[in-house]
């Protein structure tokens, strides 16, 4: 899959490149969605609203998926906006969302939005939100926060978004797993020996052992 392959692509960057971002509500932009700023004249007597949508598509060049819950019938004449105006004036007027990611553009129903709560493991927050930003996944309008406890982080928005968020943690989780871990050389005793004359003392992490006598025995 293409951006699968994509994501793959970045994160082996993001990992070999430290990158400090400050924690909290993530307000990058996602995978910009070029339109142009001219009004977009769309006449609609009785038409359904998916169909809508996917002539909005067609008429820009862009590659539109919609949702099987997205429902409605738009009557009447539409005001003339700018594209991007347009399409924001279609999802507040029938509750919808919609997401760019960079291929498609996904307009799902807002209560198919979803919150997940992820477990990071050994991924911070700061090298999954790079992963997110340098992606071009991220978007003011959805939430990812980190969470109270260990290791989580709370993203909440539509499917697409979801799936794209949780696609790249379990590609970051994959490769931190894979790398090889140091071997760890196990601590060697420190151990001294004083020789006294005859006799010797062996002096063991600090702690003095003996003394041994080489007297020969009578």
């Known amino acids: 899959m293409l951006m699968r392959s994509m994501i793959l692509c970045v994160l082996n960057a ?6 400090v971002i400050t924690t909290g509500i993530q307000v990058a932009l996602g995978a910009p969605l070029s339109l ?3 009004p977009y004249h769309y006449l609609v007597v009785d038409q359904e609203l998916p169909a ?3 002539e909005f598509g ?3 060049n862009i590659r539109v998926s919609i949702s099987a819950e997205v429902k409605g019938r738009i009557r009447g004449r539409m005001p003339d906006l700018a594209p991007r105006e347009f399409l924001d004036h279609l999802t507040s007027l029938y509750n919808l969302q919609w997401y760019y990611d960079g291929l498609v553009l996904y307009v799902s129903a807002a209560k198919e939005a979803q919150t997940r709560l992820l477990l990071l493991g050994p991924i911070s ?5 790079a992963a997110i930003d340098e992606l071009n996944i991220s978007d003011e309008r959805y939430i990812m926060r980190p969470a109270p406890g260990n290791g ?3 993203a909440s928005g539509p499917p697409r978004f ?3 968020v949780d696609e790249t943690l379990n590609g970051l989780v994959a490769q931190a797993q894979a790398r090889p871990r140091a071997v760890e050389t196990p601590p060697r005793d420190s151990v001294l020996m004083l020789f006294r004359g005859s006799s010797m003392m062996i002096i063991r992490d600090g702690r003095p052992e003996g003394p041994y006598s080489f007297d020969s025995p009578r």
Do not use: H, K, M
């Not at 993001?14 to 990158?19: E, N, T």
């Not at 927050?125 to 939100?129: C, E, G, H, K, M």
């Open 14 to 19: 993001v990992l070999c490149v430290g990158v």
């Open 52 to 54: 809508a949508l996917q």
């Open 36 to 38: 142009p700023s001219t």
């Open 58 to 60: 067609n008429n820009l």
């Open 162 to 164: 979801i799936a794209l």
């Open 152 to 154: 989580l982080v709370l």
């Open 125 to 129: 927050f700061d090298a999954f939100t």
